[in-house]
Antibody, heavy 120, light 109 residues
């Protein structure tokens, strides 16, 4: 079965760190670009970060650049998001998603998300 | 920065009716890089359309996408009960590299 499963979310104090994981199965993971997208409570979807299939190209939204780091381990079919210096406005459901075939412009497989709550 | 503006914010229709959702870009974009997603609470977002008009795998043909330049449209020809959800357009390219519209909520009238 083709699926992405996120984990690692939870309740964390402002200034803390979390590492999210996204485990992929049923796909050729190393051929696929991957992104993280988040949805804050009551808000729409916001793109967070991108990584190429080989992991050599990464991009970040301005709101997380310098605090979040995206990476992947193709031997483990797993995507990561290291989140440091967390802020209250980072509170959101975090989704990972896979690019369509080798394309960069759309994402056809999504996980169900993991909730991150930043609060004191 | 490319900003995507979706309209209307909320669309109230009945099953069987036709839905027309709009996505307007703040500057001319290539349709190759315009996609549409459906999102229901508690579920993963679902890719409907990419390249402005290509249906993703498994998407019913009542969903269609069109447009070019700055104006793009998602049309649902005949609404089914399971189509009521929030719909987002998304663009690739420029800075930021990806952007989403704010969403259109399609609700049952």
């Amino acid at each position: 079965e083709v699926q992405l499963v996120e984990s690692g979310g939870g309740l964390i104090q402002p200034g803390g760190s979390l590492r999210l994981s996204c485990a992929a199965s049923g796909i050729t993971f190393s051929n696929s670009v991957m992104i993280w997208v988040r949805q804050a409570p009551g808000k729409g979807l916001e793109w967070v970060s991108f990584v190429s299939g080989g992991g050599d190209q990464t991009y970040y939204a301005d709101s997380v650049r310098g605090r979040f780091t995206i990476s992947r381990d193709n031997s483990k079919n797993t995507l990561y998001l290291q989140m440091n210096t967390l802020r209250v406005d980072d509170t959101a459901i975090y989704y990972c998603a896979k690019g369509v075939r080798t394309l960069w412009e759309a994402f056809d497989i999504w996980g169900r998300g993991t909730m991150v709550t930043v609060s004191s | 920065e490319i900003v995507l503006t979706q309209s209307p914010g909320t669309l109230s229709l009945s099953p069987g009716e036709r839905a027309t959702l709009s996505c307007r870009a703040s500057q001319t974009v290539s349709g190759t890089f315009l996609a549409w997603y459906q999102h229901k609470p508690g579920q993963a977002p679902r890719l409907l359309i990419y390249g402005a008009s290509s249906r993703a795998t498994g998407i019913p043909d009542r969903f269609s996408g069109s447009g070019s330049g700055t104006d793009f449209t998602l049309t649902i020809s005949r609404l089914e009960p399971e189509d009521f959800a929030v719909y987002y357009c998304q663009h690739y390219g420029g800075s930021p590299i990806y952007s989403f519209g704010q969403g259109t909520k399609l609700e049952i009238k």
